[in-house]
């Protein structure tokens, strides 16, 4: 058991760094890119936490993780108690340890912050739940309640916002039915986030977690077509909207419709779910490019850019109107791009895809932009350069720009009100919609926002659906 040290000397040591693969070899596989802390790595780390009470790491976690609780037994190697301290709030600490935004939620709310070192609260999560995946620890038990065992709940949509509402509804001992369009559960975990980010396994092993405490998980099943909503609050006492925001945004310029132009979302689709990565293992289509831009400066972007790097190309571009300083991707997600030679075109702006005779791009026309004053967002507002168009020679071009929400859900589910963009209007403390019966939450509410908040919101709505239907 590992010795408690003094506050006098946390403070002096260093973030412990986590091993990763070098980039010229990892751009060379579809491999996890951070390969974890050991015991000894994670037990330095933990030696660092304060232990503070009231902890404000608590309170910048969406899913309530008892933080220095876990790390504490982390001290003392009881695997199965951190564990277990976990998945009392979150059903997904693998997910979450690996790409939660913990430099806004968590770790930047960590007094060590102040001093420029934040607890690694993500890299110590990430070590407990696979340390529990290796050893195959089991789960608490959920509570068998006669009360809300024949209440049944269905929700649509097995994301993270799904996937937690169901967990925390099972765990009270409600009966669970989730209905996924697609032939596998996770949503953007599985279909979106790269194999090298977050390997698929591990999301089909904390679903698995879920099904296993007895929730039913229906795939191929698009409500809208095979069910509406409405028949939904009909045969259940409550209903949860999780459905997510997978409709991609264009721009709308010339030439988008040519051969070679993808949606990020559908090139990752391709690449994740009908796992293109796993060449020659799978023949799935999708052009290789050997001269891919990918226009947009998030998470997204710079998932498809790495993707596309990984899948041959020989010049991967990042098309982007603002400047490095304004761009909405994780700072780690940035650092990785560049280590792996992804190439930057800065204040720029595309205005017309070029093809060749045969339908294919050839190149994409661009102009250069300036930033003037804020906006909205308080990022400053990028302005066009008149006259300084130029051209990138390119094969492929992937628009990663945004998400909407699919209004087919929407369409079957009377009395539930949406605003303006598609998403439904819900409480943001309950996830209660207009109609009694339904709730709603993660990106359909938002717009396309984070796991962890996609987890909150499912975990707020299954309290106010307990809260409701125990009254
Ligand atoms: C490429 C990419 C990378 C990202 N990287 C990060 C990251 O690093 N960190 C981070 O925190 N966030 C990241 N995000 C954002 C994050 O993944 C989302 O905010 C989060 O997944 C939203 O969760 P959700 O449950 O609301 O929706 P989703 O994950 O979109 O899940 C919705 C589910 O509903 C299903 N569905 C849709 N329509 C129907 C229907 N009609 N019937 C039945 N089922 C339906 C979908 O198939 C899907 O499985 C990323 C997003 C993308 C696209």
Redesign the pocket.
């Known amino acids: 058991m590992a010795e408690r040290i003094k506050p006098a000397e946390k403070f002096k040591r260093e973030r412990t760094p986590m091993k990763e693969q070098a980039p010229l070899e990892r751009i060379k596989n579809f491999k996890e890119v951070p390969l974890g802390y050991t015991l000894e790595d994670a037990i330095a780390e933990a030696q660092r936490c304060l232990q503070c009470n009231p902890a404000a790491c608590i309170a910048g976690c969406p899913a309530d993780v008892r933080i220095p609780q876990f790390i504490d037994k982390v001290i003392d190697e009881d695997i199965e108690g951190a564990f277990l301290e976990i998945k009392k709030t979150n059903a997904l600490p693998a997910v979450c340890g690996r ?3 913990q430099e806004d939620q968590c770790e930047g709310a960590c007094v060590m912050e102040k001093k420029g070192k934040p607890i690694a609260i993500g890299r110590l999560e990430r070590f407990v739940a696979d340390k529990a995946r290796e050893l195959n620890l089991k789960d608490a038990e959920p509570t068998r309640n006669a009360n809300t065992a024949n209440k049944k709940i269905a929700i ?7 996937l937690a509402c169901a967990a925390d509804l099972v765990k009270l001992g409600y009966d669970v039915t989730i ?4 032939h596998k ?5 599985i279909y ?2 790269p194999e090298f ?1 977050l390997p698929k396994s591990i999301v089909g092993y904390e679903v698995e977690k879920i099904r296993e405490m007895g929730v039913k998980i229906y795939t191929d ?4 077509y095979v069910k509406k909503v409405d028949d939904l609050v009909e045969e259940y006492d409550a209903v949860f909207l ?5 409709a991609p945004s264009f721009f709308g310029i010339p030439g988008e419709n040519l051969k070679g132009v993808y949606s ?2 559908e090139y ?1 689709t391709r690449s994740n779910l009908m796992r293109a990565f796993d060449f020659p293992k799978y023949d799935t289509p999708i052009t290789k490019g050997k001269k891919v831009a990918v226009v947009g400066g998030g ?2 972007a710079m ?1 498809a850019v790495r993707t596309a790097k990984r899948l041959g190309a020989d010049d991967a571009i990042i098309v982007y109107r603002r400047s490095r300083t304004e761009m909405p991707a ?1 700072a780690e ?1 940035i650092e990785h791009a560049e280590a792996e030679g992804i190439q930057f075109e800065l204040l720029t702006n595309p205005v017309k895809v070029i093809g060749d005779e045969n339908g294919n791009v050839k190149a994409l026309e661009c102009v250069k932009m300036e930033l003037g004053e804020p906006d909205e967002s308080g990022r400053r507002r990028p302005k066009e350069i008149p006259g300084s168009n130029f051209t990138l020679d390119v094969d492929v071009v992937i628009i990663a720009i945004g ?1 909407n929400a ?1 209004p ?2 929407a369409r079957s589910a009377t009395g539930v009100e949406t605003n303006k963009w598609g998403y439904f209007v819900a409480d943001e403390e309950t996830g209660k919609t207009t109609h009694p019966k339904v709730w709603a939450g ?3 509410v938002t717009g ?7 987890v909150g919101a499912g975990k707020k709505a299954a309290k106010s659906i307990h809260e409701t239907l125990s009254s």
């Open positions: 790409v939660c935004p649509v949509g097995a994301g993270p916002a799904g209905f996924e369009a697609l559960a996770g949503g953007v975990l979106g986030i980010r099943y698009v409500i809208g999780a459905n997510g925001a997978g990020a979302s990752l998470n997204v998932d994780r997600e998400q699919n087919i859900v993660g990106d359909i396309a926002a984070t796991v962890i908040l996609a």
